[in-house]
């Protein structure tokens, strides 16, 4: 078999074993002694290392640099044509009891799938070079703050990781001495990047994850879905706060007003352009800044929740982005970033769908399986889940308080999907229990940020369908616990930027309009936002929506914020169906939920 990451021989000084604790250092050895690479590099996220690191990474063809003058210190990578997004399918929680798992998980038994797992890993890095990252998720001086090791055989993996986390010393730092403090031990090997030999396997009650046989960001840069969601959630039951996957974004008005609000969308719907926006020009003098773009951790404080962003890098959906859709995104992804999976124009210089909204692209480019494309080409030069990894530091729109480690206070929860039907552009819950209950039924129409099937409406509760880490009852009971802690709860909303009408066009701008119904959200927040009281919540009324200098009709309107009875009755029976389907896990509380949303319809 080909080796395809060949050992690399660091010169002095670089990728030394550092003096650390002692558990850590007895846990590389046993992977060593299973996994049997070359030799051991210790990552410190220096400059050095990470230059020398460059360099390899070219050498083995895992990174193409890119035009200097273009898109400075910034790489192209392709991965496995095999292997290009999320692989729920492969993916497993391995609790002692099937029941731990709930029904939304696959499940396996822990000590059977430790034993394939590691069968699977014997020897797996012989001539290879087998890295060990320190890493740290959430801000350095952070009560929530988790330490992590990922020991990885993939250079990508290595370069991936000092843009997604804050790694080295600051985590050795950390964690101290102390063998029985709390870490995640994360094991990741590329095998021969193999669909029949891929798993992604979580043991949560051990804080330790195994991923084998596969080189894709989602899959193996195991410090974000697999810790921060997966081990996370599990972990913030247990210890009383809240791990989610959805963006932070402060908003402050003219006047210096400030709100945080948090946005939970499923994969690929929008969370890394709201996180950004831009507001129209009719909004002069508010500023939207970036928190985080795909995950909060949160914690209740004074009776209301703080949420810190975990990470320190974007690690965003490529095409569609431009100057346009997210001007924001464009910047920070304009330098210092990896990009995987997008065509590579003769300039050496990156493109992809949608990068220019005019339609001028290229005349000929390499696209992401490295082949010859030009426009007559039936294949597209970008994969549709082409990502790029570029540092938060990047985004001309940081919030000053990113690195609190007190985290921003929460005003406002927002949940979401693409929904072309039903779901009105935004409503407002009538209180926490009802809002958990508009997050446990959302639904949304599938992206290519997983494997399967694209534009099939699927229930993915709070977005955390995938990220779930135990049984999604105990996680909806969590909620309903946690709003009881709560003494100035944040307000819940649901918005759906997607509503298509007759003519199966969108019947909503989206992106920099967004900011119209966030103002709203802001006033319900302030308390002076006027609403209309329906069935399924509170809605705006038509005066209640700022569209000034905005080119929509009141048909539209009415058509976006429209409440179709019949149309609520599929989608109510279609709740009573995914809660009947979880098998008996949902609280009654949630049942009680959906029946009184019935109710309403019948008054
Ligand atoms: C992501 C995802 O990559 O949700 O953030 O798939
Ligand atoms: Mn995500």
């Known amino acids: 078999m080909k080796n395809i990451a060949p050992a690399i021989s660091p010169p002095k000084g670089i990728g030394d074993r550092p003096s650390g604790n002692q558990a850590v250092l007895d846990w590389v050895h046993e992977v060593e002694l299973l996994a049997k690479p070359e030799n051991i590099f210790w990552c410190d996220g220096s400059d050095r290392e990470h230059e020398f690191l460059l360099q390899e990474a070219q050498k083995q063809n895992v990174l193409i640099k890119l035009n200097e003058q273009k898109v400075p210190r910034s790489y192209l990578h392709r991965s496995n044509p095999n292997d290009v997004a999320r692989v729920e399918q492969f993916t497993f929680i391995c609790t002692p009891t ?56 993939s250079i990508y993996v290595v370069l991936s990781m000092r843009i997604m986390t804050r790694m080295g010393e600051v985590a050795l730092k950390r964690l101290g001495n102390d063998p029985k403090a709390e870490w995640n031990r994360g094991t990741h090997s590329l095998l ?32 974000k879905k697999c810790l921060a969601l997966r081990i996370g959630s599990y972990l913030a039951r247990k210890q009383g706060w809240m791990a989610e996957h959805m963006l932070i974004l ?260 989206g992106f920099g309009d967004n900011m119209r119904v966030l103002k709203w959200i802001l006033d319900r927040c302030e308390g002076s936002g006027g609403a209309v009281k329906s069935p399924i919540g509170f809605l705006p009324g038509i005066h209640d929506l700022d569209l000034v200098e905005l080119e929509i009709d009141h048909k539209g309107v009415d058509e976006l914020l429209e409440v179709d009875h019949e149309q609520w009755k599929t989608e109510l029976a279609e709740h009573k169906k995914f809660f009947d389907s979880l098998g008996g896990v949902v609280p009654e509380e949630l049942m009680k939920q959906r029946e009184q949303v019935a109710a309403r319809f019948a008054e």
């Open 98 to 153: 099937e029941q731990e798992a709930g029904p939304t998980n696959n499940w396996s038994d822990p000590a059977e799938t430790y034993s394939k797992l590691h069968g699977l890993l014997k020897g797996a890095m012989r001539g290879r070079t087998m890295f060990v990252i320190p890493y740290i998720m959430g801000p350095p001086d952070s009560t929530l703050t988790k330490v992590g090791f990922e020991i990885t055989d």
């Open 192 to 223: 021969d990047v193999d669909p029949a030999r891929r798993f992604i396997c979580h043991f949560p009650q051990d804080n330790t994850i195994i991923s084998v046989g596969s080189g894709y960001g989602g899959n193996v840069l195991l410090s």
């Open 250 to 509: 402060g908003a402050e008005s003219p006047e210096g007003k400030k709100h945080y609000i948090a946005a939970a969308f499923p994969s690929a719907c929008g969370k890394t352009n709201f996180a950004m926006l831009i507001p129209p020009k009719h909004f002069a003098g508010w500023k939207i800044t970036t928190v985080g773009d795909d995950i909060a951790w949160m914690q209740i404080r004074d009776g209301r929740l703080f949420a810190v962003n975990p990470e320190n890098g974007y690690f965003g959906v490529v095409p569609g982005t431009n100057y346009k859709s997210n001007p924001n995104a464009m910047k920070s992804i304009s330098h210092d970033s990896l990009y995987t999976n997008v065509a590579l124009t003769d300039a050496g210089d990156v493109w992809w769908e949608g990068k220019d909204p005019a339609g001028a692209g290229p005349k000929h480019a390499i696209d992401w399986r490295g082949n010859d494309w030009t426009p007559d080409s039936k294949d597209k030069a970008a994969h549709p889940n082409s990502r790029f990894t570029a540092p938060c530091r990047n985004n001309p729109v940081l919030d000053p308080d990113f690195e609190k480690g007190d985290g921003v206070p929460i005003s406002a929860i927002i949940f979401g999907g693409r929904r072309s039907t039903t779901l009105p552009l935004v409503f407002q819950s009538f209180d926490w229990n009802h809002g958990v209950y508009l997050g446990a039924t959302m639904a949304s129409e599938t992206t290519a940020a997983a494997t399967g099937a694209v534009g099939q409406v699927r229930r993915d509760p709070m977005a955390m369908l995938p990220f779930c880490g135990y049984n999604i009852g105990d996680y909806f009971r969590h909620w309903l616990a946690i709003g009881k802690r709560l003494t100035k709860p944040p307000l819940i909303f649901n918005v759906n930027w997607f509503r298509k009408g007759e003519s199966g066009k969108f019947l909503w701008p």
